[in-house]
C-alpha cells in the first residue's frame, strides 16, 4: 500500500519487506529502534506507516523515538535497562 501525504508518498510494501528481512535477527530493543528510526525517516505519517506495514504496535515505536531521542545507550550485551526485565 502506498500512502500519500503533502510531503510525498510512503510505500508500505518497501517497509514490510525490509522488516521481513531484517525483523527475525533483531532482539526486541534492536527491533523497537529501528521501527523508531524508520518511522522518524518518513516524518508526518511515518509511525502509521511503520505500524500497518510491521504490526509492531504504536506504543512501540513511540517508546523507540523516545529513547532514540534521550540518547539511551545500554550497556554491551544487554537488551533492558537494569530493572527493567522480567521478574520470575
Known sequence: MVVAYREGMIDESKIAERFAGLGPELNERQRRLWAAAEARSYGR????????????????????????????????????AAGRGVRG
Open 45 to 80: 505519517g511515518g509511525i502509521a506507516a511503520v505500524v500497518r506495514a510491521t504490526g509492531v504496535s504504536k506504543d512501540t515505536v513511540r517508546r523507540g523515538i523516545a529513547e532514540l531521542r534521550a540518547g539511551t545507550r545500554l550497556e554491551p550485551g544487554r537488551v533492558r
